[in-house]
């Protein structure tokens, strides 16, 4: 199930993050995808995955941190959160 864009904004907020220019449309894939991550969700689709089965893909994914650590603007995959930048 997808959220709001406050739900994310509070996400973002409690966890160290905020939400990126391309949130909202992000956002519009998200809920296309059932509320999966849509970087994720064709992929896992396509192996036979059942929703059950696909929970860690659930917006936000499990994949956040490491997708994180592993960009060059410290974004996960789908570009929805960033790091928040230090003031």
Request: hydrophobic share 25%; proline share 2%.
């Amino acid at each position: 199930m997808a959220h709001t864009l406050e739900w994310y904004k509070q996400y973002a907020d409690e966890h160290g993050y905020e939400l990126t220019d391309k949130a909202e449309k992000v956002m519009e894939l998200v809920d296309k995808c059932q509320g999966f991550c849509p970087c994720r969700y064709t992929m896992w689709k396509n192996q036979g995955k059942t929703d059950d089965e696909m929970k860690d893909i659930e917006c936000p994914c499990i994949f956040i941190k490491e997708d994180m650590e592993h960009t060059k603007k410290h974004t996960c995959h789908c570009n929805l959160f960033k790091k928040k930048e230090e003031e």
